[in-house]
């Protein structure tokens, strides 16, 4: 039996590798981007291009959406050349964008009416995680009918497919994540800057604090000192990872999301602002949002 | 080869259970504390009871000293029927209260004055790690021939006995862990009460959170939502643990090591002020520093 | 020369006495309010009632609207029954509800479209101030001619029409004011309870805050601690005056504007999480928004 | 009948200003400053010029002390050649510093055992107001008497003196005054830059805000937007004025105050943490503490 086409449409850092890895899976492709090099190459090997959102959505029954915010998520299913144009019956889409909570709702709604199927699906594992295909999804996905049959693309590119039910709900998992991380990465910026002020070595320091009830995945694994751990973004001029712009963009979401179901969230806001700061300032937009490190300590000296 | 007598000072919800524990392996002790009740026990079970802290000093040449805060590790040391007016030459003195560096730093000043060691030893493992020996020692010993003859008496109470460096910079560390600590604390409550406000099962989300870039120990081992994980206080009305109060000190003593070293600690700073309005409300004021969902989350429904 | 009747949409605390205002000044009114209670009276003193914003829109061409948030302001212009169904060429109508800039400006656009006008024009000086038509109107306008049109009808409610500009400029100096007011009431309470702790009589203090660098309106003329000034709410149990849920709301659409036009807000975030909090919580909920002092302060002795 | 000679020590910004006003007053002063270029100067005025604040001390019994930090006053009252070793019976030391309320109370109590009077005076009015003796002091003096004794001295430098009672009153208030007003001025700097990028005036939004409930002396007085007030420092590019340093200090005694009674101040820390920051950036360092709102405003533009 011949596997049917899938739709991939938003092929940037992320979307990317996770189409290639669809295609190594033995998937073929029917791709949309606006970025024509990058539609290019994916021509070159072997992927249909298609000239709209709805084209795709003419094509393949299995749609992935890896859209950079709310308004390109609209514009792709709702606008003049969107899938809802053309959507097939019994269409799946998984969108693994990250974005507010009540769009994810809204588009689900839009695709009932159209007898198809819209689950959230957004990701974590970063860019490595994308290309190792290791990611994990967190799905909003209704039911657990509708959540079998997204596994079967969504494990080419991922290791771990959660079912969190109801649509919507990956979406709030990915918020929360983004959300504790933010904190935790000016949590772990601030107490190392304070501890190495007061004399300790920071390799020391960060050993006590990940054999400690400190312990967290910004002190262990993602250390923004630079030198505590070589390979990351911190160690390389925090070059690469996630940017300050991108988790300020997260944080809005889940500032958007505590307002609308008025959950108090004092050091999310705090961290919100705090990464405004640093998405504003010439020195520090463009980079890893460990970043905060060199913010917090002593430019003077 | 007899075994020398160890003082001990402090016999509190910790320091009772340390000193015990090296009774179990092996040594007599001469033990101090203002709670008769408790001497008397110790009195029962083989110890030396000592009036003063003097009285310790005068017989023992290895000391422990585990006590509340700074006032009290002054008093014990330099107050009119203290350690100093008998210390013996070449006395070893570890400390493990959680104090002010600062005030470490002056006992070890005063000590090497009388030809004698003062270590900072602060611990970290709560009272559980204290009554299973498991504590983890954060050692400012000031050199490793020092922190080699601590070793020896540490070992008996504890399991990881960490040398870094010079004296202070064991509170330096206990003072970072615990900052940190505070901060992931309050920063799992918010996220777990925004997730299931919007939607999300309490187990499902904090599965995401420990298997993603938000894992911390607050989120792993000792989530604050009541039946994320059973037999730890959170899940046991906030009883025992760790107090509100005691956190609020804690923080305290971080924010005073801050200022001291101009160090800018935008979340510690705002976690402090929410651990304190948690200590002077009767509700929270008694319970386990978790109880700070309990706080955030909506106390109206 | 007879006046024409003047439309009004919202009869609530605000919007009632400025009703009556209009009608003191000379002005027969067709209003519409879901509250019938409200409606009979405004009926037995002269007015017309309607039975829907439409047949507002239909009678009048001078219309005023004072409703509770951005989705009831929506509803009244755009619902099924709103203002848009039956708007007449060349009417004005004049928003004065607190809500999002950009549905303010969305109504505009969409009333231009019907040769209309909308301009936005909230309020402050409480239901005080409404009562004794010494409101200040910010405008938005668009234009000065616009704003004469609107200063006829707008000068009988207020003593202060303040004219700012483009549409949706009104709501943006509203929002900065109540924003910056919800961080001063924060700042005064906890700068009392402080002094207060330190050991100043709370009368001393504020006269030294008063006519130091420290003065503003919620020191010297809303003092949130009780019996500093008398006659205002704080002094009252915090009954009447502006509740923490209205300041909780004001403080979101200060966060949602910051959001959308990236402007840090550190303070004003903070203090949108502390009214959150106030709002949610059974003690503080009903109460005006100077008890966050009491909130602060400590409630174990 | 010829007055006595006053003593004064510390010459710096504000001491050298005060010391030139009671000069002007008539009063004949023995002056003490590590600055010699400044003592010089007082010298040719006609000062006698002491080598150290013991020979103030032996000389004058009304004796101005106005230095920069609690380690300062300490040293000029207690050090090896302070004013302890040499005073003379009902001396009245005035203390004009900012100061840790518990080192004034100290100071009082030394100064009690050798029957002489230390009162704390600090000061509010900046520069401008210790030239024009304009400032006021808040006086923590202990008794009517003893404040009566004082205004006679410190009338000559200020225009408002104010009996705040107990010992340490004066830092209370003080440190109360400048919690405020660093909170405010955040407060306002963050309402300003969002109001204008919201589309407002920055003149319109000022005049609202100080005709509001958001009026306060830094939008009235002090506005931090440049061009809204002239002739003040924001207005000359932050240059004069009071320092980000000064503020950042003034908030850790503010914090360190707010720690030893316990009050909870989460704008007041919040803000010191900004202070700190500001304090630390080589841009804005040695600027007037309304630069805050070039820290928050966009620099990428």
Known sequence: MRMSLVGFIGLGNMGGHMARNLMKNGRSLIVFDLNKAVTEQFKADGAIVAKHPADVAAAAKEIMTVLPSSPHVRNVYTGDNGILKTIQPDTLCMDSSTIDQTVSIEMA????????????????????????????????????????????????????????????????AKI???MLLGIHMI??????????????????????LNTSSGRCWSSDTYNPVPG??????????????????????????????????????????????????????????????????????DNTK
């Open 109 to 172: 709604r839009l695709l009932r009416e159209k007898k198809s199927l819209y689950i959230d699906a957004p990701i974590s594992g970063g860019v490595g995680g994308a290309q190792a295909a290791t990611l994990t999804f967190m799905v909003g996905s209704g039911s657990d009918q509708v959540f079998e049959r997204a596994k079967v693309i969504l494990s080419a590119m991922g290791k771990n497919i959660v079912n969190l039910g109801a649509v919507g709900n990956g979406q709030a």
């Open 176 to 178: 929360c994540n983004n």
């Open 187 to 208: 949590a772990v910026a601030e107490t190392m800057n304070l501890g190495i002020k007061m004399g300790l070595d920071k390799k020391a320091l960060a050993g006590i």
């Open 228 to 297: 505590v751990i070589e390979g990351i973004p911190p160690s390389k001029g925090y070059s690469g990872g996630f940017g300050t712009t991108l988790m300020a963009k997260d944080l809005s979401l889940a500032q958007n999301a505590a307002t609308n179901v008025q959950a108090p969230t004092p050091l999310g806001s705090l961290s919100h602002q705090i990464y405004r700061l640093l998405a504003q300032d010439p020195q520090f937009q463009a980079k890893d949002f460990g970043v905060v490190y060199q913010f917090l300590k």
